[in-house]
Each structure stands twice: as C-alpha cells, then as structure tokens.
C-alpha cells in the first residue's frame, strides 16, 4: 500500500515556476515508477511525465516537453515535478501516481493539487 500526498500548487503569473511535490508512504516507494497527470476543468486527465525506479529514466508529454523537470529522490520517498514558464493552458489539478512496472497500471494516486496560472 502507498499512499501519496502532493504539495506545491499555488497561483502564479505566465512565464512563473512552481516545484511540486509528492510524498509518499510506505517502505516500497522505490519499486514504483511515479507519473504525473494533470486535469483541467472540462478536460480529460492526461499525462505530464513519468519518472522510472531509479530516476535514470524520464519521458513527459509533448505539451510540457523542455518545460518541465520530474525527479525523485528515494531516500526521502518524495517525487518532484518543476515546471519553468507556465502558461495559462497549463492550469490545472496535477497528481502525482505510483505505476507498478508489472502490469504498467497506476495503482496509487494522490488527492492533487490545484495549479492556476494567470495574471
């Protein structure tokens, strides 16, 4: 079991950073790939970036691509997302989710935190 609380979100103008953070629980963080998602108001869910086991791998969505950072550090079972020159489009409630690398599924996902981005 793994439970996950995300952190960081907050309002900020275009062209601001914010770094994200998700804490999770529990003594096997570090055999779950982590993702991120993000959802807009009147939109579908959808990807942002993933980070593998170790932190060797990382992939992320062509929206955030050059924009966006995800990291982990397992020894403080935490996985970050900074995100440089947000736009007003990348607005939206991020979550943080565990994959298991077997089956590819997120099993575990976090409440989100909510990200607006506006002047």
């Known amino acids: 079991q793994v439970q996950l609380v995300e952190s960081g979100g907050g309002l900020v103008q275009p062209g601001g950073s914010l770094r994200l953070s998700c804490a999770a629980s529990?003594?096997?963080?570090?055999?779950?790939?982590m993702g991120w998602f993000r959802q807009a108001p009147g939109k579908e869910r959808e990807f942002v970036a993933r980070?593998?086991?170790?932190?060797?791998?990382?992939y992320y969505a062509d929206s955030v691509k050059g924009r966006f950072a995800v990291s982990r550090d397992n020894a403080k079972n935490t996985v970050y997302l900074q995100m440089n020159s947000l736009k007003p489009e990348d607005t939206a409630v991020y979550y943080c989710a565990a994959q298991n690398i077997v089956s590819a599924r997120y099993d575990y996902w976090g409440q989100g935190t909510q990200v607006t981005v506006s002047s």
């Open positions: 980070i593998g086991t170790s932190g060797g791998s990382t």
């Open positions: 529990g003594r096997t963080f570090s055999s779950y790939a």
